[in-house]
């Protein structure tokens, strides 16, 4: 192996320990409480709410192509990793945030998220957020994103958005169907 690809595979196992170390240790902020004898959600923290606005502020970016917008709510260190599944071959990619920075805009997309799970541990979160990818006028692909951000001072920052590409029936669409226009 190539010191590049050591490097690369120890990142990689690395962000795979950070993630199972933040499931261990955090707690879901998914509460409830139970009115009437029927579980009510409780409404989300502060911090649950400060960290899902960083969270749709980057989807914001994604859609529109703004790469420099995305890379600017990450940390200086941060990557983003992207694992990818089509027709049983499976392939890894990552990319800092100074290397997508430099890669400038790209075409806007529409990636919406749903059903996310927030969890937080004093000044580390976690978004566990399915989607769906729709670009030149038809549904692309599903799965998963992942960030892990941090708390620096009093702003929540990401550190590693890791996300899924794959097919159904490994994932789905939006629970509300397809985007206005799109088949």
């Not at 192996?1 to 993630?19: D, E, F, G, K, W």
């Not at 978004?127 to 009093?154: A, I, M, R």
Request: aromatic residues 6%.
């Amino acid at each position: 192996m190539t010191p590049a690809s050591l490097i690369r595979r120890a990142t990689q196992r690395v962000t795979v320990l950070c993630a199972a170390v933040c499931l261990l240790l955090t707690s879901t902020v998914h509460a409830q409480r139970v009115i009437d004898g029927k579980p009510v959600p409780l409404p989300p923290s502060p911090a649950h709410a400060a960290v899902l606005a960083v969270v749709d502020s980057a989807l914001a970016a994604i859609n529109t192509g703004d790469v420099n917008a995305l890379s600017d709510m990450m940390t200086d260190s941060g990557q983003v990793y992207a694992a990818r599944e089509r027709d049983g071959v499976r392939t890894f990619s990552m990319r800092t945030a100074a290397s997508q920075r430099a890669a400038g805009r790209r075409p806007p997309i529409i990636e919406r998220g749903f059903d996310a799970e927030v969890r937080i541990a004093g000044t580390m979160a976690w978004v566990w957020l399915p989607y769906d990818l729709w670009t030149n006028g038809k549904w692309s692909h599903c799965g998963v994103d992942q960030f892990t951000l941090v708390q620096v001072q009093s702003a929540w920052r990401i550190v590693n958005p890791t996300y899924s590409v794959e097919q159904p029936p490994a994932c789905r669409m939006h629970p509300s169907g397809p985007p206005k226009g799109y088949r």
